[in-house]
């Protein structure tokens, strides 16, 4: 598989083992040990990568421009019926919340949470 990570091309060989590619002329990355050329179509999208004497084709994998979702109805209406609804009052005997936070237990922690990318959907 190749992916891209911080503008450089990665080769991952299994689940653990991942390579950084560098740039070895046009369409062509090398790794430590052999080179892999890409083939592109007309808009220079890679077709497939050759590698030896192996020619790996690309997957499709999904819409080939990335995932959208196009809404129904117009964003802000969404977003302002989101904002005024509630959830369902649940009725009933439930046992008290086990959730714990973490920053109370132990001060040193730093929490990193990260909702935002580009495909977000609101």
Do not use: Q
Not at 30 to 46: I, K
Not at 61 to 68: A, S
Not at 94 to 112: A, Q, Y
Request: hydrophobic share 35%; proline share 8%.
């Amino acid at each position: 598989m190749i992916l891209e990570r911080d503008g450089a091309l990665i080769a991952r060989t299994d689940s653990s083992e991942e390579v950084r590619l560098s740039p070895a002329g046009r369409n062509a990355f090398r790794s430590p040990d052999r080179t892999l050329r890409f083939r592109t179509d007309a808009r220079g999208r890679a077709t497939s990568v050759a590698l030896g004497d192996s020619l790996w084709p690309r997957r499709r994998l999904g819409d080939e421009d990335g995932f959208r979702i196009v809404p129904v109805r117009p964003v802000e209406d969404l977003r302002r019926e989101a904002l005024a609804d509630s959830p369902p009052e649940e009725k009933g005997e439930f046992r008290p919340s086990e959730l714990v936070e973490l920053v109370r237990l132990d001060p040193t922690i730093k929490l990193d949470i990260r909702y935002a990318t580009p495909g977000n959907f609101l």
